[in-house]
């Protein structure tokens, strides 16, 4: 059996309660379960304490991301989740520090993770798709969503995870299109899984 730890990133703003990120976790828990494997989870309006997270990233073979995109990044209260669960994480439990070693002080940054499992993120963003990979759109200048995501991918590559593609949910603010979210959702997630 294959262990699956699902976290919901987001955090409620008076204008974004939070109900698509909850119901594509709900979605990706679901599927999990049918799949047979098992799940964990962690939602950042809920408590946790620092060490049972840890524990959770070193049981998982996976671990799926949910978040909405704030400011270009993730929410306040995930980088919290960051700062306290990752920083000890690298103490030891999830990687040997920053991976450099005092032979060679210079070389293996960032490469000193002890995991080896896989993560995938799934976005929700008020920018369109055709906001992305598009050098006539000057705001993101070409970039494509994971170019935009490359702290969140260094941060999982940081523990040795392996990246799987990214999953975006796209204008869900002005433009939404949510049933067809779900469905393309469902399709990427039977194509990876």
Do not use: C
């Not at 991918?153 to 593609?165: D, I, Q, T, V, Y």
Request: net charge neutral.
């Amino acid at each position: 059996m294959k262990n699956v730890f699902i976290i919901n990133g987001h955090q409620k703003y008076p204008f974004s309660e939070g109900r698509l990120n909850a119901s594509l976790t709900e979605k990706a828990e679901k599927y999990f379960l049918k799949k047979g494997y098992g799940v964990r989870k962690t939602t950042m309006e809920d408590n946790y304490q620092v060490n049972q997270e840890i524990e959770k990233f070193k049981w998982a073979d996976v671990v799926f991301f949910q978040t909405p995109l704030n400011w270009m990044g993730v929410s306040w209260s995930f980088k919290k989740y960051i700062d306290e669960v990752f920083s000890m994480g690298m103490m030891g439990e999830m990687s040997d520090g920053d991976g450099r070693r005092r032979e060679q002080p210079k070389k293996n940054y960032g490469l000193g993770g002890k995991l080896n499992g896989r993560y995938m993120m799934s976005v929700t963003a008020n920018a369109p798709k055709e906001a992305f990979n598009n050098p006539n759109e000057s705001f993101f200048d070409g970039m494509s969503e994971d170019d935009l995501l490359k702290p969140m991918h260094l941060n999982f590559k940081w523990f040795g995870f392996e990246a799987m593609p990214t999953f975006m949910a796209y204008d869900v603010m002005k433009n939404p299109e949510i049933e067809n979210d779900f469905k393309r959702f469902e399709e990427h997630l039977k194509k990876h899984f």
